[in-house]
């Protein structure tokens, strides 16, 4: 067996596979064929490198890429509802020719604006957390993976939201309309440039052996002691943070009940995302 076919094996073992392999056994070959003597290490260490190198800086750059894309995404989605607010217009009542469609583009842009914010939050945290690390541990980056391709593909719900309800609201008017899908069509824009780099990520991961961590990896000491290793505890203060504020807005805006129905339903919406996905997402202890 050849230096570069059992370089190409070793990265195979690597979980390094299709154009990536392709590309760096190219390059030793290339080396090779300038310097046929040259001494390029051993081929299991290399691919161990490799997988290292390559594994955690893909997935931090996509954690920090995708974090930029929302906060564009998110920006646009802001000022469409801001500028709604600032025409009078009610949404809630606007005729629709499909009111289940209309209903469902409001939907998924407010349950995907607030689990592509949180996801995308939780990444960029556990990508910063880990910065001065050369190398972040295989189940690590795997958390950091599911939590960015969660936060992206909810933020391409919450645009694809934001355009049927532009599409559906033809009694609004016509200048809303075109904002809210011109605003969508520049959200998904922007995240499609996260998912180049989340594409990148999923070809590679490193191999070092490591803890995936959890929610209190993720938050250290912004979280209170009577709360820390007690991770429901915490999603249940944070919900119950959420109906209180929500209510509050509701009693400024003189409209009491809907605010604590609002804060409510927000708050059960937080309860059901954390059960759901924060074994995904690394939010538990691995004990739990």
């Not at 309800?165 to 499609?192: D, K, M, Q, Y």
């Not at 912004?222 to 119950?240: H, K, Q």
């Amino acid at each position: 067996m050849t230096y570069l076919e059992e370089l190409g094996h070793e990265l195979t073992r690597a979980g390094i596979g299709g154009r990536l392999r392709g590309r760096i056994l190219a390059e030793f070959s290339d080396h090779l064929s300038c310097d046929p003597e040259a001494v390029l290490g051993q081929p299991a260490a290399l691919a161990r490198q490799f997988a290292d190198d390559l594994g955690t800086a893909r997935v931090r750059r996509a954690a920090f890429t995708a974090f930029g894309a929302l906060a564009v995404a998110g920006a646009l989605v802001v000022a469409v509802f801001a500028a709604t607010a600032h025409a009078g217009i009610a949404l809630p009542k606007v005729h629709a020719p499909s009111q289940a469609l209309f209903d469902l583009g409001m939907v998924l842009v407010a349950f995907g604006g607030q689990v592509a914010f949180a996801a995308g939050v939780l990444a960029v945290l556990r990508a910063l957390r880990g910065r001065r690390v050369g190398v972040v541990a295989r189940d690590e980056a795997v958390v950091m993976r599911r939590r960015t391709a969660v936060a992206v593909l909810a933020g391409l719900a919450c645009l694809v939201g934001l355009a049927v309800i532009g599409l559906e609201a033809n009694h609004a008017a016509s200048w809303w309309r075109t904002l809210a899908l011109a605003a969508a069509g520049a959200g998904v824009c922007a995240i499609a440039v996260a998912l180049v780099h989340l594409v990148e990520a999923l070809e590679v991961l490193p191999l070092a052996d490591g803890s995936a961590g959890d929610i209190f990896d993720d938050l250290g000491a912004l979280v209170p002691m009577p709360l820390r290793g007690r991770p429901w505890l915490l999603a249940a203060t944070v919900a119950g943070g959420i109906a209180v504020i929500l209510a509050v807005a509701g009693i400024l805006q003189s409209d009491p009940y809907d605010g604590a129905l609002r804060g409510l339903l927000d708050g059960l919406a937080c309860l059901a995302g954390f059960g759901l996905l924060g074994g995904y997402l690394g939010l538990l202890p691995a004990t739990a």
